[in-house]
C-alpha cells in the first residue's frame, strides 16, 4: 500500500491530470441518471444532520443538463430515497441508527423525500423512481428503461459520491455502460470522502469530467 502526506483532493487532482488509462468515453446514446438530489441531502439548511453541499451551483448543473438532455430527446432519470412510515422496508441498512434525521425516517411525501425547488423534473417524459439502497439500478426499473431506450452511456449526478453515487456507478459499469461522473454535479459530506471516492471512480468504474464536457456531447447529440 503506498502511503502518501497529500490530501485526498491533492490525490485526485493528481489523477485527475495524468490519467493512467483510456476514457470509457460517450457512446451512441446517453442518459442522464440523477440519484437523490432531495431536500434532505441538498438542504443542509433545512436538514443540517443530513444535507450538505460541495459545488454550490450543484443543483443548476443538474438541471442544466438534464434540461439540455430532455430538448435532445435523451432519456433523464430521477431517484430519491423514501420509507414506510414504520421503516419495515428499510432492511439491514435501516437498523445501523434509529434517529430523527436516520435513514429510514425518511418518509412517503415527506419534505426530505421531496426533489430540491431548484430542480425542472417533467414526469410527463422523465423517469421518476423511488429507491431503498444505495444503487439506483437496485430493485428499480432503471436497468429495463435504459435498455428499451438504447442507452450505452450513463451520465450519473448526485449525492453522496462516496455511497449512492458510487453504487449507482459501479453498477452502471457492472451492467455495461460507458458511465460519466461530471464532478460539479456530485457532493458528499466531507471533502475527504469525495476526493477519494472520486479518484476511486475515475481510476477503475467511470470518467470523472467537467459538466461543459457533458453539455458539449449532448450538443453533438443530433435528437
Given at each position: 500500500m503506498i502511503r502518501s502526506d497529500k490530501t485526498a483532493r491533492e490525490i485526485f487532482e493528481e489523477v485527475w491530470a495524468n490519467p493512467a488509462r483510456a476514457a470509457?468515453?460517450?457512446?451512441?446514446?446517453?442518459?442522464?441518471?440523477?440519484?437523490?438530489?432531495?431536500?434532505?441531502?441538498?438542504?443542509?439548511d433545512l436538514f443540517p444532520k443530513t444535507g450538505y453541499i460541495t459545488d454550490p451551483r450543484q443543483m443548476e448543473h443538474i438541471d442544466g443538463i438534464s434540461k439540455a438532455a430532455r430538448a435532445k430527446g435523451l432519456p433523464v432519470v430521477w431517484t430519491h430515497v423514501a420509507y414506510m412510515e414504520n421503516g419495515a422496508d428499510a432492511g439491514v441498512w435501516g437498523t445501523r441508527t434509529d434517529t430523527p434525521d436516520s435513514l429510514q425516517n425518511i418518509k412517503y411525501g415527506s419534505e426530505r423525500h421531496a426533489f430540491d425547488d431548484r430542480l425542472?423534473?417533467?414526469?410527463?417524459?422523465?423517469?421518476?423512481?423511488?429507491?431503498?439502497?444505495?444503487?439506483?439500478?437496485?430493485?428499480?426499473?432503471?436497468?429495463?428503461?435504459?435498455?428499451?431506450?438504447?442507452?450505452?452511456?450513463?451520465?450519473?449526478t448526485g449525492g453522496s459520491t462516496s455511497g449512492c453515487v458510487r453504487a449507482t456507478a459501479v453498477d452502471s459499469l457492472s451492467r455495461g455502460y460507458r458511465t460519466i461522473v461530471p464532478i460539479e454535479c456530485v457532493a458528499d459530506k466531507h471533502e475527504s470522502y469525495h476526493y477519494a471516492n472520486l479518484t476511486d471512480l475515475h481510476l477503475k468504474y467511470a470518467d470523472v469530467v467537467t459538466v461543459q464536457e457533458v453539455y458539449a456531447a449532448i450538443e453533438?447529440?443530433?435528437g
Open positions: 470509457f468515453g460517450f457512446g451512441e446514446k446517453m442518459a442522464i441518471v440523477n440519484v437523490d438530489p432531495q431536500k434532505a441531502y441538498t438542504r443542509p425542472s423534473i417533467h414526469q410527463d417524459v422523465d423517469a421518476v423512481y423511488t429507491k431503498r439502497m444505495p444503487s439506483a439500478f437496485f430493485e428499480t426499473p432503471l436497468q429495463s428503461f435504459l435498455v428499451w431506450h438504447k442507452v450505452d452511456t450513463v451520465v450519473v453533438e447529440y443530433p
